[in-house]
């Protein structure tokens, strides 16, 4: 079975650009995270939903980001405008419902932020 | 304000010698600890898991120990190998969120 799949793996953008990260989740999961990694403040939950709405977004640093989940099979991540901050690695994962607590992630999307 | 805090940020342990890695947390609601391992350009991948109602839960060469009355976990790993070399994350879970701490660079040494 396919994993969570995200894309780009690497982006590198100017500052100002807008950036937009995809995720498409294992089938059957209903729950789907956004999570970022920095060196300081290590993974994050950004927002996740369940069952393609969003739950609980209080993770989002600030209006320039925003996540939709159109459908049970896509996610998409987008920050407008970026800036050099931004710069992390961004991870998406899924988990069903129900199951324990253990969640799945993809390999991350790196985004460096110029 | 961080919830799940890892105060090691790198470890280096003979090969073959017992590694331990730590966890604290701050909220005593968590109903579920966890530990990742995540090797270089991957996600983290599910290492070992306990719930808050035990003390200890055991798979293979991996153990995580929990200590609720001061808020701490471990992940004990024995005898370590050079594959275990990787960067640890301790998680803990409340309502459908997973919150982790910031991870610990477990370096074997051969």
């Known amino acids: 079975d396919a994993g969570v799949i995200q894309s780009p793996r690497h982006e590198v953008t100017e500052m100002g650009q807008e950036v937009t990260l995809r995720c498409k989740p294992i089938s059957g999961h209903d729950y789907l995270f956004w999570y970022r990694q920095t060196m300081m403040r290590g993974l994050e939950l950004l927002i996740y939903f369940n069952n393609n709405v969003p739950i609980d977004d209080s993770g989002m640093p600030e209006d320039r980001f925003s996540a939709k989940m159109p459908n049970a099979s896509f996610s998409t991540l987008k920050i407008q405008p970026s800036e050099p901050r931004d710069s992390a690695v961004y991870f998406c994962?899924?988990?069903?419902?129900?199951?324990?607590?253990?969640?799945?992630f993809g390999e991350g999307s790196w985004l460096t932020v110029v | 304000d961080q919830q799940v805090k890892q105060n090691s940020p790198s470890l280096s342990v003979q090969e073959g010698r017992i590694s331990i890695l730590n966890c604290d947390y701050t909220?005593?609601?968590?109903?579920?600890f966890l530990w990742y391992k995540k090797y270089p350009a991957e996600g983290p991948t599910f290492l070992i898991s306990i719930s808050s109602i035990k003390d200890k839960n055991e798979d293979g060469r991996f153990t995580v120990f929990l200590n609720k009355s001061a808020k701490h976990l471990s992940l004990h790993i024995v005898p370590s190998q050079p594959g275990d070399s990787a960067v640890y994350f301790c998680?803990?879970?409340?309502?459908?969120?997973?919150?982790f701490g910031t991870g610990t660079r477990l370096t074997i040494i051969p």
């Open positions: 998680a803990a879970s409340l309502n459908e969120k997973l919150t």
């Open positions: 909220n005593s609601m968590f109903d579920y």
């Open positions: 994962a899924s988990r069903p419902s129900p199951s324990g607590n253990t969640i799945y």
